[in-house]
T-cell receptor
Framework: QQQVKQSPQSLIVQKGGIPIINCAYE??????FPWYQQFPGKGPALLIA?????SEKKEGRFTISFNKSAKQFSLHIMDSQPGDSATYFC???????????FGAGTRLAVHP | NAGVTQTPKFRVLKTGQSMTLLCAQD?????MYWYRQDPGMGLRLIHY???????AKGEVPDGYNVSRLKKQNFLLGLESAAPSQTSVYFC???????????FGPGTRLLVL
């Protein structure tokens, strides 16, 4: 049973556009929600993360919006660039062991 | 890749063969994780370790064994490889008290 649902599977935007990737979770015990960025042939790298006590977090051009009541969170990429073309994964974790449950991933292409 | 190396980078196995994947870190982090990544399924946790000499099962542990005899190394073993184990395997590390998991570059495994 997939506990973190991510959409869309793929996304194409023009340079300067604002791609939005959405995730929904089921388990209310989750208390840590990271987003990872992965380039082809590389391992995932942490992009930004949020805890449920805040509704929004910004780091540079990347913003997480969090809706605790709806059990949803999303990633917004402002002023997207071709270099942002990658696969993005949302995840959810809880507890001291921080075992992460990942979404299926979104392949983003930013066209010049 | 944050001081995480994975050996080998690529391997082809025949069904029924065995092999061991090595994850090595030079960060002295307590936590180590093994994930597999399959198209359309994100990353799924196989096994993890919270310290030297300890291991625990993740989401998809069947068909795999692990060992952590030294703090810096986490081994993933396939005793009798099956085509369903064709995947990209990622190791991740995490410092106790922090949330970020740092991923290695991955091992691509093809089981024929």
């Amino acid at each position: 049973q997939q506990q973190v649902k991510q959409s869309p599977q793929s996304l194409i935007v023009q340079k300067g556009g604002i791609p939005i990737i959405n995730c929904a979770y089921e388990n209310t015990a989750f208390d840590y929600f990271p987003w990872y960025q992965q380039f082809p042939g590389k391992g995932p790298a942490l992009l930004i993360a949020i805890r449920p006590d805040v509704s929004e977090k910004k780091e540079g051009r990347f913003t997480i919006s969090f809706n605790k009541s709806a059990k949803q969170f999303s990633l917004h990429i402002m002023d997207s660039q071709p270099g942002d073309s990658a696969t993005y994964f949302c995840a959810a974790g809880s507890g001291g062991y921080n075992k992460l449950i990942f979404g299926a991933g979104t392949r983003l292409a930013v066209h010049p | 890749n944050a001081g995480v190396t994975q050996t080998p980078k690529f391997r082809v196995l025949k069904t029924g063969q065995s092999m061991t994947l090595l994850c090595a870190q030079d960060m002295n982090h307590e936590y180590m994780y093994w994930y597999r990544q399959d198209p359309g399924m994100g990353l799924r946790l196989i096994h993890y370790s919270v310290g030297e000499g300890t291991t625990a099962k993740g989401e998809v542990p069947d068909g795999y064994n692990v060992s952590r005899l030294k703090k810096q190394n986490f081994l993933l073993g396939l005793e009798s490889a099956a085509p369903s184990q064709t995947s990209v395997y990622f190791c991740a590390i995490r410092r106790d008290g922090e949330e970020t998991q740092y991923f290695g570059p991955g091992t691509r495994l093809l089981v024929l």
